[in-house]
């Protein structure tokens, strides 16, 4: 392939001037790379290098939607954020004649606890209308590690049992996705 992967020369590609959206996302990034890589231990199979780095474009997109309470100033909403940011990082990898399927999926995958198509259309969401539900053990890891912190307020990390309460309100099939992925990553 001749491409070392490099978080950092795609993320500032986007992201070049110190603003404070782009201080937000990179100390919330971190966070979630830290929870992310603390569950490893017990996870062998999982391949640590690409968590990484991809938990450090998993929000690539929150600069095209609008939140400003996170000086988000673009039009798109906020739940776009994961297929924006996908689109970023496929436009990146073929602009760079590089494969960067599996970081782009990291994007898409990690809101809420993934969407599935049917949730999509029940909710009117403005989605495309398919499935974007994490599959991988590294796309499973980073959606799981992301819940834990917000980019809002004062960014503390959650407990599960409070992570859990905050995902009540979207139903059934997000709690038990969540809790599919607690058991995987945390010994309780």
Request: hydrophobic share 45%.
């Amino acid at each position: 392939m001749g491409f070392a992967m490099d978080w950092q020369e795609i993320f500032f590609s986007f992201y070049s001037e110190n603003t404070p959206m782009r201080r937000i996302l990179l100390r919330h990034s971190m966070q979630v790379r830290e929870k992310a890589l603390s569950l490893l231990n017990e996870n062998s199979r999982i391949d640590a290098a690409f968590v990484a780095d991809a938990v450090m474009l998993h929000d690539i997109g929150i600069g095209r939607c609008h939140a400003p309470s996170i000086f988000c100033d673009g039009a798109a909403p906020y739940i776009a954020h994961g297929i924006l940011g996908a689109e970023m990082v496929r436009a990146y990898g073929r602009a760079h004649r590089v494969d960067l399927e599996k970081y782009a999926r990291i994007c898409e995958r990690h809101t809420g606890c993934g969407l599935s198509a049917a949730e999509i259309v029940a909710q009117r969401l403005p989605l495309p209308a398919r499935d974007f539900l994490p599959e991988t053990p590294e796309e499973l890891l980073v959606c799981f590690a992301d819940k834990f912190f917000s980019k809002s307020g004062g960014m503390q990390e959650k407990s599960p049992d409070a992570v859990r309460r905050q995902l009540e309100k979207f139903g059934e099939a997000t709690l038990a996705r969540f809790d599919r992925m607690r058991r995987l990553f945390l010994k309780e």
